[in-house]
């Protein structure tokens, strides 16, 4: 019988993130625990022997250095019964010159089998000038430190020597003690540990889980999704950023179905007329040369309309995708804008529109000469559309300035509401405020924006209800001397 077996490539699931928090918080505190076992448990009599050799090094320095002043008696009886040591200072001859010893006979220095000066003898043969013992007092019944080092003239001679002598305090009474009460903080830290690391992970991850939540409702579009964060800076950032791609991507899709809706309205009229003209010549007027002239240049005319919709939604792909570069050039701008309003003076003648351009003086620029034609182009496209259909103006205007050259087309049409003016670079967005059939393909204004962002110039409009718009933009690349400048290249 043959089985068949099921692969799956997707990787299995990491940890929850309050489970992951709760491990690193109790691994802190093992470690913790750790340390503080071997620091004041296992390593206890090391680190007190350590101490109590540097501290009584400490005190053979502060007795050298008080050795010749009168405060030394004074310095030395202090030390002595601060710190439970005797004090021997020895002439270079090795004759007694001083002795202060709180243990009076039992002192070491001066007991009859490890005497003071069986330790002369040693501190004679170190390479060092120093010793350090560590000897069982057998009246104390303790272990003691004995400390040696040899003094010196300022003309490096040996002046003498000092003895130190210092009882080491057992320590595995107080390590027995140190081990009960480490068990019982460690079992209460243990309890509170962890669990304030369950409410620390909680709290972490909480938000974390909700944001999670609703980034899957996201996925499946839910876009009125409302993120929350929890308490701490990054999930709120967190949080406010995927509200806010929540809202773009709301946007984009109610964007994307505009786009559907009005490329299909513009592509099945055109092609629905295309037809009908066709069928109309192939049945009606092909034998008739005036109306089948007529209908053919209907279906030129929305071939046309087609032809321009596929081109401008290429050139704006290819805008806002970035593949179309710039190409640099320097032009007079009054000329190019004589140009433009030149060859729409057949429109003008035909359909009665009234184009009024006031020019400034010559002024050269470098850019993409034949974008910013397209530019003024579509302005005045978009101004023929939207002015009044009584007196059909449109005025165009070049405003010359020291570092830029701004450009307004002003219709004199219903204008448009202060809201809607932010959406009115929008693809496919057209105002509601006309009466008419409005001409072109709804994507002029989004051409214009995508050409001017890759100049990086500023532009805009102005517009209030009942007193028409005015487009303007500005080329900020000036050129002040055009023999001494070549096209700039961004």
């Known amino acids: 019988m043959n ?3 099921s692969f799956s490539l997707r990787p299995e699931k990491n940890l929850h993130i309050g489970v992951k928090i709760w491990l ?14 071997l620091f004041q448990v296992i390593f206890l009599q090391w680190f007190y022997e350590a101490f109590k050799m540097h501290d009584t090094v400490k005190m053979a320095r502060d007795l050298v250095v008080a050795c010749n002043t009168d405060e030394f008696e004074d310095t ?9 040591i005797c004090i021997e200072i020895l002439d270079s001859d090795g004759r007694e010159i001083y002795h202060n010893c709180v243990y009076d006979s039992r002192c070491l220095l001066h007991s009859e089998n490890n005497g003071l000066y069986f330790y002369l003898t040693d501190l004679y043969s170190a390479d060092d000038g120093v010793i350090s013992r560590r000897v069982f007092n057998g009246q104390l019944q303790s272990e003691m430190l004995v400390y040696g080092s040899e003094m010196y003239w300022k003309n490096g001679e040996i002046a003498g020597y000092l003895f130190l002598n210092a009882k080491l305090e057992p320590v595995e009474s107080t390590v027995s003690i140190l081990k009960r009460q480490t068990m019982i903080i460690t079992g209460l830290l243990v309890v509170f540990g962890a669990a304030l690391s369950i409410v620390t992970a909680n709290y972490i991850s909480a938000p974390l889980v909700r944001i999670t939540r609703g980034a899957k409702r996201l996925a499946h579009g839910d876009y009125q999704t409302k993120f929350e964060g929890g308490g701490y800076a990054e999930a709120d950032d967190l949080a406010e950023t995927l509200t806010y791609a929540a809202h773009e991507l ?9 786009l559907i809706a009005n490329v299909s309205h513009d592509l099945r009229t055109p092609l ?3 037809k009908a003209y066709a069928e109309m010549i192939r049945d009606l007027s092909g034998d008739n040369p005036v109306k089948r002239n007529q209908h053919l240049g209907i279906i030129i005319e929305e071939t046309d309309r087609l032809s321009n919709l596929v081109n401008d939604m290429l050139d704006l792909s290819k805008l806002e995708s970035g593949t179309q570069k710039l190409n640099y050039s320097v032009f007079d701008i009054a000329a190019c804008m004589q140009e433009i309003v030149h060859r729409y003076e057949g429109i003008s003648e035909q359909m009665g529109y009234h184009i009024h351009f006031t020019p400034d003086a010559s002024c050269m620029v470098c850019c993409d000469e034949g974008k910013i034609n397209r530019v003024i182009g579509n302005l005045i496209n978009n101004a023929i559309n939207y002015t009044s259909k009584e007196d059909k103006q449109v005025f165009v205007t070049q405003k010359n300035f020291d570092d830029r050259v701004r450009i307004e087309v002003r219709d004199t049409g219903d204008g448009i509401e202060e809201d809607k003016i932010k959406l009115i670079f929008d693809k496919y967005y057209r105002s509601e405020n006309h009466k008419r059939e409005v001409v072109g393909t709804g994507l002029g204004l989004s051409i214009v924006k995508a050409i001017l962002k890759m100049h990086e110039y500023d532009y805009g409009v102005n517009s209030k209800l009942g007193e028409g718009s005015t487009f303007w933009f500005e080329i900020r690349d000036v050129v002040k001397n055009e023999n001494s400048v070549e096209p700039a290249q961004k």
């Open 272 to 274: 629905t007329m295309l």
């Open 250 to 258: 709301s946007k984009t899709e109610e964007m994307q179905r505009d």
């Open 3 to 5: 089985r068949k077996h």
């Open 24 to 37: 690193f918080f109790m691994l802190f505190v093992c470690v913790v625990f750790f340390l503080m076992w």
């Open 76 to 84: 030395a009886m202090e030390l002595a019964l601060q710190n439970e």
